[in-house]
């Protein structure tokens, strides 16, 4: 059973650029969250998506973007980038919503997004 | 605005004792407690949780405490391993809201 992939695993970018993340949901699982997590730091919530929609989203700039696919996959994409956008972006998946059944989230590896 | 703190930052302890890391929080409308263990070059993954009507809830050597009325929880780990040095997060989460909130993290050191 694959747990959640994430696409690629590192990445090295320079200010002003734009980077697209990819992330495949654990199987059976139709919600995908994205994180990012600064070195030393905990994860922060960036935003969900559930059925092809953005449902929440947190502190984060309109320069964070998303998109869900109809089999569940998802982007996260960054435009303009800073250098304090070097973090490691986490995806989470989980069937459902919080605060239903999907109170479990299950995370990735991550990407290492480095910006110059 | 800081929702949960988590104390200690780093923590080393000696094989086979008690490991204990703790975690206060401000909103009693968190209705949800997790606590997730990360490797290096891993993603958090969740060990164990809790939920407000109970005090304790224990899995194998992991226990953890929850005070409602000082809005405190606690992970413990028992007979503590090399194999449980990692960044240990607690978490909370309030109904009806998507996401988890997590806490600094603690980086434990088991020595063997």
Redesign the interface.
């Known amino acids: 059973d694959a747990g959640v992939t994430q696409s690629p695993t590192h990445l090295i970018k320079t200010r002003g650029q734009q980077v697209t993340l990819r992330c495949s949901p654990k199987s059976g699982h139709d919600t995908v969250s994205w994180y990012q997590q600064a070195l030393g730091q905990g994860p922060q919530f960036i935003f969900q998506y559930y059925e092809e929609e953005e449902r929440q989203r947190g502190n984060f700039p309109d320069r964070f973007s998303g998109h869900q696919f109809p089999n569940y996959s998802s982007e996260l994409n960054v435009n303009a980038l800073l250098l304090g956008d070097s973090a490691l972006y986490l995806c989470a998946s989980s069937f459902k919503l919080l605060g239903q059944m999907g109170e479990k989230l299950f995370f990735g590896s991550g990407t290492q997004l480095s910006v110059l | 605005q800081q929702q949960v703190k988590?104390s200690p930052q780093s923590l080393i302890v000696q094989k086979g004792g008690i490991s204990i890391i703790n975690c206060a929080y401000e909103n009693t409308a968190f209705?949800?407690f997790?606590w997730?263990q990360q490797f290096p070059?891993?993603?958090?993954?969740?060990l164990i949780?809790i939920r407000p009507d109970v005090s304790e809830k224990k899995e194998g050597r992991f226990t953890i405490s929850f005070n409602k009325s000082a809005k405190q929880f606690s992970l413990h780990i028992m007979d503590s391993q090399p194999g449980d040095s990692a960044t240990y997060?607690c978490?909370v989460?309030q109904?009806?809201?998507?996401?988890?909130?997590?806490?600094?993290?603690t980086r434990l050191t088991i020595n063997p």
């Open positions: 988590q209705d949800y997790p997730y070059g891993k993603g958090p993954a969740l949780a997060f978490a989460h109904g009806g809201a998507q996401k988890l909130v997590f806490g600094q993290g």
